[in-house]
């Protein structure tokens, strides 16, 4: 019985995302998942015939490319119908999430990366790691869709 107890408070030591399947996340846990980085902004190009998608150096016209944080997020998906709406149902439908998003590494089973802002305690490092979109991207403002194949990246963004 004691081992059993020492067992349950081991468990309840560990960070949230260790010890909670990402459908039993509070909301304030889910969003703390999101590193920031911002590729989830970026335009994307889909084959239809082979379902592959390629990132764009395009983002979401509502990205600020400076902080990677989405100038409309409380109503992005009201003003932006574009906009994805992730929840640990839809996940396993969002084949295009980097290597590197928290919520799909999660869902894989695989722990976050050491930059992780809740791991390295640094919302910065993201940044600093190289992994995030910021100062690498043009807003969708500057360019017209017909030119997003002219944008096409695959060189620093993990799959």
């Not at 560990?14 to 990402?22: G, Q």
């Not at 459908?23 to 999101?34: D, F």
């Not at 379902?51 to 009201?78: F, G, K, S």
Request: with cysteine; proline share 4%.
């Amino acid at each position: 019985m004691k081992l059993t107890g020492r067992r349950s408070r081991q468990k309840t030591n560990l960070p949230f995302w260790r010890n909670k399947s990402l459908g039993n996340m509070t909301a304030e846990q889910w969003e703390s998942l999101c590193d920031g980085c911002g590729i989830c902004c970026l335009e994307k190009l889909e084959d239809a015939e082979t379902e592959v998608v390629e990132y764009t150096a395009v983002a979401c016209r509502h990205l600020n490319t400076a902080n990677c944080r989405c100038r409309i997020y409380d109503r992005r998906h009201e003003l932006n119908a574009d906009c994805i709406r992730m929840t640990a149902a839809t996940l396993k439908s969002l084949h295009w999430l980097p290597d590197t998003c928290a919520y799909r590494r999660l869902a894989e089973g695989r722990d976050l990366p050491p930059w992780h802002p809740l791991v390295s305690g640094n919302p910065k490092s993201v940044h600093a790691e190289g992994v995030s979109i910021r100062d690498r991207v043009l807003s969708a403002l500057y360019v017209h869709p017909d030119d997003l194949e002219a944008y096409r990246i695959q060189s620093w963004v993990k799959r």
